[in-house]
Structures are given as structure tokens and as C-alpha cells.
């Protein structure tokens, strides 16, 4: 006699390659992830298979599902306790439940009358991008890297406390590309007693390495001193990595990302867009181009730049030696003093002209990198600049997704 059940299709976390980057449940619409000190889950009961969580992700660690009996879902509070996933579990099921869970497993089970697209930049990459490689070190295997490089890249007398790093990782193979980001894993544990989370960076240097033919690679970091309100915090991550010396070795896992990537045919124009260590994948994309333009890139690079001042604007002083015909430079600083606040979205209003021709392109890729807030504000300065010069901004930015051409990466 069989067994009737009703089978789920789950979706899980995998804490082995999760870094705690709370992107999936910010980008999750219906509130159905959540996080304690240990882990990041997924409830059974509330989500529906949207999708919306799996792109954004930048290990992989969101991409993982278990058939179950419905009544037998894993919860919540089981979730929180895992170090590794579940293996998947062989189940007795009728006909009509094995169908559903195929057509769940199929992408066919999705809710009516649930919007799926509800991400605002592409998770493809450029049509010509490189082959990225991912997660080939984990928590459980990390990788060992060398400090030969750090500096800070503000000035002394700027509150913001902003370091380029330098890692290099000798004959160990760590292949990555520009857009890619890496995670460390600071020393010491919290005071509950557990070891602490890996924190993500983006990589700000070259394929090739921050010196070029080594097998390394550099970091922009900011020390972190208070929280979102002001109030006094010391970034775990963030100061060990700043008060790290020459000769230290730290623990990294990664690489991560496989859709923020630059496009290969050197007729492809850059629009980047960023703020403060945002600014970390524009360089590093910007070198990549620099150092192939004696080989035939011809395409336009054009960035868009903010910080509050001129004094806490990373890499300002090698950003202005670079040629005029290379690379269209706009700054926008929201607080010097005497002076009005301009953001990157005031600057892309004023030259409209010359974003618009960019935007009707079909070379040109769009890279916004920055703090969550930038946003809105970027994406409705693109709408307005497309709109005005006859480019309707709805099929578009459609268009744009659906060719890898509008990247978006903000935290």
C-alpha cells in the first residue's frame, strides 16, 4: 500500500558557503528569510519559490533545495541550528504529488499572481565576458594570503578611514576578474563563543593582479567606527583588516560573483556609477581597460563618483593622472562646506546629453556600486535621461537586464 504525501520542493541556505551578507533577505519581497547569530534560513510556510533571492547571491549559498513531505518541512529553529545541510532523503509519494513536485522542480509551481522579476539589474553577465571561477575556497578550507601592501587613501584629517590592501597568495592558484569580491575571515570569536562570520570586499584590482603578473590582488576598505545611527561600533572585519601590517597572513575564502563582470570586446563603453569604496570594482575594471588600450580597446569609460568630500574620495589623486581621452571623470561631493549637496545623480543630470548617447549604445554597459541608498536615485536619473532624449525608459531597462548590460551592486 503507498503512501500518500504532499511533497515541497524546500528551499535551504547552505551555511557552509553562506557569508552572512544579508543580501538575500533584503532582496526577498515577501519576508520569508530571516537570520540569527548562526545562520541564514528560509521559511517553508511563507515562501513561494519566487526566485528572487537566487541571483543576487553572491556565493551560491541561496541556490540549494530538498524535496520533502510538507509536513515534514524543516523549520525555522531547526535551520538555525545546521553547520551543513541535510542530505536529501528518499520519499514514498502517489502520482499526482510526484507530478507537482517534478513541476516544482521544473519552475512550473511558482505562485499566480506572484511578480518573479523583481530584480533591478541583470544576472547575466556581458555577452563577452571571461569565465569566472567561484567558491573554490570555503569556510571549512579557506585559503591563506600574504599582506604586501597597506595604506590608508584618505587624508589624515578625514573622519573616513579608508585602506587600499594588497593580498598576494604566492603559487596558490586564486584566479578572479574584475567586478569579482573575495571574503575574509577576521580572527577571534564573539562573545557568545562563536567563531565570526566572513565578511565580503569587492576586488579592486586587475585580473592580472594590483602588480601586474603577480598572483595577487587589492581591497578598498573602510574602518568602520559606528553603526547606522551614529552611534559608536567597531567593525569587526573592517579594523582588523586596516591595522593589519606588511607580512600578515589572513584567511579568505571565495572568489564570489559571476554576473558584475566587464565586458572582453574592446568596442564596449563603461558607464560606472559609485560612492566611497564603491569605487573598488570601477578601479578595478578601469585598470583592466588601461592596461589593454595599447592593444586596441577603443571604448568609452565614463564615472560617475561621489563621496562627501574631496578628502575622503579614495584613489583621487591617481584618478585625476589619468588621461582626459581615457576615461570622463565627474566628481560629486554632498558635503563641503559653503557649498551646495551634489550627488551622482545631479552630475548624470547634467550631462544628460552624453549619458543619453551612451544609453542608446548598444556597446554600452551600466556598473552602480555604492551604499543601498544611491539606488533609487541612479536608476530614476537613468529613467529621467532616457525619457527626455526619446529613449522610453521601461523597455529599456528591460532590454538592458536581459543582455547583461545593467549591473547593480549595493550594500
Not at 537570520?35 to 547571491?57: F, Q
Not at 499566480?112 to 555577452?127: A, C, K, N, R, Y
Not at 556598473?367 to 530614476?380: I, N, P, R, S
Request: glycine share 8%; charged share 20%.
Amino acid at each position: 500500500m503507498s503512501v500518500h504525501l504532499e511533497v515541497i520542493k524546500q528551499h535551504l541556505i547552505d551555511p557552509e558557503i553562506c557569508i552572512r551578507c544579508n543580501t538575500c533577505e533584503e532582496t526577498c519581497p515577501i519576508g520569508a528569510i530571516s537570520h540569527d547569530g548562526n545562520n541564514y534560513v528560509v521559511d517553508a510556510s511563507i515562501c513561494n519559490l519566487c526566485m528572487a533571492c537566487v541571483s543576487p547571491c553572491p556565493t551560491g549559498a541561496i541556490d540549494n533545495w530538498r524535496n520533502v513531505a510538507k509536513t515534514e518541512a524543516y523549520s525555522v529553529e531547526e535551520q538555525f541550528t545546521w553547520d551543513e545541510l541535510p542530505k536529501q532523503t528518499t520519499l514514498a509519494v502517489s502520482a499526482e504529488s510526484a507530478e507537482a513536485a517534478a513541476n516544482v522542480e521544473e519552475g512550473e509551481g511558482e505562485a499566480e499572481g506572484i511578480e518573479v522579476d523583481t530584480v533591478l539589474g541583470s544576472t547575466l553577465p556581458p555577452w563577452s565576458a571571461a569565465r569566472p571561477y567561484v567558491n573554490l575556497y570555503t569556510h571549512k578550507a579557506p585559503i591563506s594570503a600574504t599582506v604586501v601592501g597597506n595604506y590608508r587613501l584618505t587624508a589624515e584629517t578625514s573622519e573616513s578611514d579608508v585602506h587600499h590592501i594588497v593580498l598576494d597568495f604566492g603559487q596558490m592558484p586564486f584566479p578572479v576578474l574584475e567586478g569579482q569580491s573575495i571574503a575574509i575571515l577576521p580572527p577571534g570569536s564573539t562573545p557568545d563563543g562563536r567563531v565570526h562570520h566572513a565578511r565580503q570586499y569587492s576586488i579592486a584590482s586587475a585580473r592580472d593582479g594590483e602588480r601586474r603578473g603577480y598572483n595577487n590582488l587589492s581591497l578598498t576598505v573602510k574602518r568602520v567606527t559606528t553603526d547606522a545611527k551614529g552611534e559608536a561600533r567597531s567593525g569587526v572585519c573592517s579594523n582588523y583588516l586596516c591595522d593589519l601590517k606588511k607580512g600578515d597572513s589572513v584567511q579568505v575564502i571565495g572568489p564570489f560573483g559571476s554576473s558584475f563582470l566587464m565586458p572582453n570586446h574592446p568596442n564596449s563603453h563603461l558607464l560606472m556609477i559609485c560612492t566611497g569604496t564603491g569605487s573598488a570594482p570601477m578601479r578595478a575594471m578601469t585598470e583592466y581597460r588601461r592596461r589593454r588600450r595599447l592593444k586596441g580597446a577603443t571604448g568609452k569609460l565614463m564615472l560617475f563618483f561621489g563621496a562627501r568630500t574631496r578628502e575622503e574620495l579614495p584613489y583621487f589623486g591617481p584618478l585625476m593622472n589619468l588621461p582626459k581621452d581615457f576615461i570622463d571623470v565627474n566628481l560629486a561631493y554632498s558635503r563641503t562646506p559653503g557649498q551646495p549637496k551634489r550627488y551622482v545623480q545631479d552630475l548624470m543630470r547634467e550631462r544628460a546629453e552624453d549619458v543619453a548617447a551612451m544609453l542608446r549604445d548598444d556597446s554600452t554597459y551600466i556598473y552602480v556600486c555604492g551604499l543601498k541608498g544611491m539606488e533609487e536615485g541612479v536608476l530614476q536619473a537613468l529613467a529621467d535621461i532616457a525619457n527626455q532624449s526619446g529613449q522610453p525608459w521601461e523597455p529599456l531597462w528591460k532590454k538592458l537586464k536581459q543582455f547583461g548590460r545593467l549591473h547593480l551592486e549595493t550594500y
